[in-house]
């Protein structure tokens, strides 16, 4: 099993619609979790951090931590087609820059 | 202010070479991180680097070997060129003790011919 699993997509999706990106992870020791969005042939670009479980909510994103689960998730509201990217999560059990990536979620927003 | 820097974006180098690839972190970061992106396995660490130390290290050959100096700019090297070795090389920066606010660079893209 790997320690994080990611849907691939590829994800399409009207302009305007709610966008729901998900991971799942097995190793409890990890307690940081990241979101991160990445354009073609770009670097990824850090979206959203959170450490607890609950809700974190910037502009139109929310992510959201559910430790019991094993399970994090990212809402994108009002999508736009500039939010066309590959999502990507991430995790770490903090205190180093070891991160492990999910496989990453290809989005695209139709106008 | 500045994000995090690496030099060069695109490389093309031939197998059995080897490649320097440098990352200047953002200013006031003193931890760096590599790595490896590739279609088949995703991001992929390879090393970290803070205060000029190796904290933790991927599974990767010893082929793959970096450095930090005193200003916090880092190096990686990869030496005996594989085919399997062409990927996006990222460079990553935090402050270490800010919870772990990870920032990457742009990446140098290594083709092997």
């Known amino acids: 099993q790997k320690e994080v699993e990611q849907d691939p997509g590829p994800l399409s999706v009207p302009e305007g619609a709610i966008v729901s990106l998900n991971c799942t992870y097995s190793?409890?020791?990890?307690?940081?979790f990241m979101w991160y969005r990445q354009y073609s042939r770009k670097g990824p670009e850090l979206l959203m951090y959170t450490y607890s479980s609950g809700n974190k909510e910037d502009g139109r994103f929310t992510a959201q931590v559910d430790k019991s689960s094993k399970y994090i998730s990212l809402f994108i509201r009002d999508s736009q087609p500039s939010d066309s990217a590959t999502y990507l999560c991430a995790m770490t059990p903090g205190g180093s820059e070891k991160l492990v990536f999910g496989k990453g979620t290809k989005l695209t927003v139709n106008p | 202010k500045a994000g995090v820097t690496q030099t060069p974006r695109y490389l093309i180098k031939t197998r059995g070479q080897q490649v320097t690839l440098s990352c200047s972190p953002i200013?006031?970061?003193?931890?760096v991180s590599w790595y490896q992106q590739t279609p088949g396995q995703g991001l992929q660490f390879l090393f970290e680097?803070?205060?000029?130390?190796?904290?933790n290290k991927g599974n990767f050959p010893g082929r793959f070997s970096g450095r930090q100096f005193s200003n916090s700019r880092s190096e990686m090297n990869v030496s005996t060129l594989e085919l399997g070795d062409s990927a996006l090389y990222l460079c990553?920066?935090?402050?270490?003790?800010?919870?772990?606010?990870?920032?990457f660079g742009e990446g140098s893209w290594l083709t092997v011919v």
């Open positions: 190793n409890s020791a990890f307690q940081y």
């Open positions: 990553a920066s935090s402050l270490l003790d800010s919870g772990n606010t990870i920032y």
């Open positions: 680097y803070f205060s000029e130390t190796q904290r």
């Open positions: 200013s006031g970061h003193r931890s």
